[in-house]
């Protein structure tokens, strides 16, 4: 797997400018939208969460246990993701 490169000087980011927040490309300048293919398969991530932690309440498993793996499904994303990303030049519509 590979970083995502800018859309306007292919300049290739590393992981701390895109695990929170998308930022400006450091070479260009140019702001870097999602495209609309990576950005929903980032969003996947959203329902696997949710039926992991609704899962672990309905098992009653115990609350330290139940928010250490939500700690590492959230660190797991923020790792996984910027892996994921595309950029385009602009922001596309949702649907
Ligand atoms: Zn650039």
């Known amino acids: ?6 859309w306007n000087c292919n300049h290739q980011f590393v992981w701390k400018d895109l695990c929170f927040r998308i ?6 300048g140019e702001s870097q939208y999602l495209t609309k293919g990576s ?3 980032a969003l996947l991530f ?5 039926i992991f932690i609704v899962a672990m309440i309905i ?3 115990n609350n330290i246990i139940t928010a250490c793996i939500t700690g590492v499904l959230l660190l797991a994303i923020y790792t996984i993701c910027p892996f994921i990303y595309q950029f385009t030049d ?6």
């Open 59 to 61: 098992l009653d498993i």
């Open 23 to 28: 930022k400006p490309c450091p070479s260009c």
């Open 39 to 41: 950005r929903n398969k």
């Open 90 to 95: 602009r922001e596309q519509p949702f649907i």
């Open 46 to 50: 959203t329902p696997i969460c949710s």
């Open 1 to 6: 797997m590979e970083l995502p490169r800018c």
